[in-house]
């Protein structure tokens, strides 16, 4: 275990069994050790906050020199997201579809994974992530725009931009993609020139409906492990009759999983005060031995992949619970349970938000209606 460095976060205990990959402030990526937490910022240096996720594996084999390329694949042609001279170029050559076509079996059937690949534009800029003959979205890393269909682009920085797509298995476990590299008229059939090229790096594919960081591999598949970070409240002089939390934070799923923003709670579940994704919203429940008690949820209020301020408000029998400035109906029943740890991004150990807590502050008493609703409309 380690704790993290840097004023109030010097509180905060921190695990993950493995490296983690994480877009630093000079705008390249990151590897963390482990037990190391990941601060996140986007391309701009702009702080995201503290990155959670679940435990994912990369299981393409060597994520920088896939196979099945259909074209001219030239290692080491320029400088990766990483800052070293380690992306490919890829031209493509000849007739017909180029890119990259990895066939892969023995997945679980009728299954959402997730594919990933780095792209940056130079004399080509597009290119199509496709499930065989099934049309998938289209990436400019030119626009640094999501063209056509679902997925996402962003961007990473000097160029480059990391493109997703979602595709599913069918009923016998097998993934046939196409990573097609399209012309500058956006065409995925063409006769090419032979020099033209994009350039391409780090390839992953990883069991699951949304994409998470990074997971470099070298000729065997790699596997990130679940970040947990928590702090005691003996650190921070925790109120058991009253207190407020607030949080910015943003998850990149669905609120399927019930992903966590934050929970106090007594190491177990039986005793717990959350707040996290349920049913299209941010919802807060306590519970105190075992039982349920207080229970708000704001349904719509959920937006992933975007960040949202949450504030709640707990004393035995008065409860509220705002996001984005939205006030919830007041439960007015339920007694608080004796809490002995604030779990960050996660419920103990599962349920990792899969996003960034950006800012939590917590309060030893009861803020208003209206200053709960005050601290998160801005």
């Given at each position: 275990?380690?704790?993290?460095?840097?004023?109030?976060?010097?509180?905060?205990?921190?695990?993950?069994?493995?490296?983690?990959?994480?877009?630093?402030?000079?705008?390249?990526?990151?590897?963390?050790?482990?037990?190391?937490?990941?601060?996140?910022?986007?391309?701009?240096?702009?702080?995201?906050?503290?990155?959670?996720?679940e435990a994912r594996t990369n299981l393409v084999l060597n994520s920088e020199a896939p196979g099945n390329i259909y074209g001219t694949y030239t290692v080491n042609s320029t400088t990766s997201p990483l800052g070293s001279v380690s992306a490919a170029l890829l031209q493509p050559t000849g007739s017909g579809l180029k890119g990259w076509a990895p066939y892969y079996t023995g997945f679980s059937a009728n299954t959402d994974y997730t594919l990933s690949v780095f792209i940056k534009a130079k004399e080509l800029s597009?290119?199509?992530?496709?499930?065989?003959?099934?049309?998938?979205?289209?990436?400019?890393?030119?626009?640094?725009?999501?063209?056509?269909?679902?997925?996402?682009?962003?961007?990473?920085?000097?160029?480059?931009?990391?493109?997703?797509?979602?595709?599913?298995?069918?009923?016998?476990?097998?993934?046939?993609?196409?990573?097609?590299?399209?012309?500058?008229?956006?065409?995925?059939?063409?006769?090419?020139?032979?020099?033209?090229?994009?350039?391409?790096?780090?390839?992953?594919?990883?069991?699951?409906?949304?994409?998470?960081?990074?997971?470099?591999?070298?000729?065997?598949?790699?596997?990130?492990?679940?970040?947990?970070?928590?702090?005691?409240?003996?650190?921070?002089?925790?109120?058991?009759?009253?207190?407020?939390?607030?949080?910015?934070?943003?998850?990149?799923?669905?609120?399927?999983?019930?992903?966590?923003?934050?929970?106090?709670?007594?190491?177990?579940?039986?005793?717990?005060?959350?707040?996290?994704?349920?049913?299209?919203?941010?919802?807060?429940?306590?519970?105190?031995?075992?039982?349920?008690?207080?229970?708000?949820?704001?349904?719509?209020?959920?937006?992933?992949?975007?960040?949202?301020?949450?504030?709640?408000?707990?004393?035995?029998?008065?409860?509220?619970?705002?996001?984005?400035?939205?006030?919830?109906?007041?439960?007015?029943?339920?007694?608080?349970?004796?809490?002995?740890?604030?779990?960050?991004?996660?419920?103990?150990?599962?349920?990792?938000?899969?996003?960034?807590?950006?800012?939590?502050?917590?309060?030893?008493?009861?803020?208003?209606?209206?200053?709960?609703?005050?601290?998160?409309?801005?």
């Open positions: 275990m380690a704790r993290t460095t840097g004023n109030a976060s010097d509180l905060i205990t921190f695990t993950r069994a493995s490296t983690g990959t994480f877009l630093g402030s000079n705008g390249l990526l990151q590897t963390a050790a482990i037990n190391t937490p990941r601060v996140e910022y986007d391309a701009n240096g702009v702080a995201k906050g503290l990155l959670i996720e597009q290119i199509a992530i496709n499930l065989l003959s099934t049309s998938g979205p289209t990436f400019d890393a030119l626009t640094g725009q999501l063209t056509s269909g679902t997925g996402t682009i962003t961007d990473v920085g000097n160029g480059w931009y990391r493109c997703t797509a979602v595709h599913q298995t069918n009923a016998g476990g097998v993934l046939d993609v196409r990573l097609l590299i399209l012309d500058n008229f956006g065409n995925s059939s063409y006769t090419s020139n032979g020099t033209d090229g994009i350039y391409i790096w780090g390839f992953q594919v990883e069991q699951g409906s949304f994409p998470t960081s990074y997971i470099p591999t070298s000729g065997a598949t790699a596997t990130r492990s679940a970040d947990i970070a928590s702090v005691s409240v003996s650190e921070f002089g925790y109120n058991q009759a009253q207190g407020s939390v607030v949080v910015e934070c943003q998850s990149l799923q669905t609120t399927a999983a019930n992903p966590m923003a934050y929970q106090l709670n007594d190491g177990t579940v039986s005793n717990r005060i959350t707040v996290f994704g349920s049913g299209g919203g941010w919802r807060f429940v306590t519970t105190t031995s075992g039982t349920a008690q207080a229970d708000i949820n704001i349904s719509s209020s959920f937006n992933s992949g975007s960040f949202n301020k949450i504030a709640s408000s707990f004393a035995a029998n008065q409860f509220n619970h705002v996001v984005n400035g939205e006030s919830g109906v007041e439960d007015v029943s339920g007694s608080l349970p004796t809490i002995t740890t604030l779990s960050l991004g996660t419920q103990i150990l599962t349920n990792q938000i899969n996003g960034h807590i950006k800012s939590i502050n917590y309060y030893p008493l009861r803020l208003s209606d209206a200053k709960l609703q005050e601290l998160t409309s801005s």
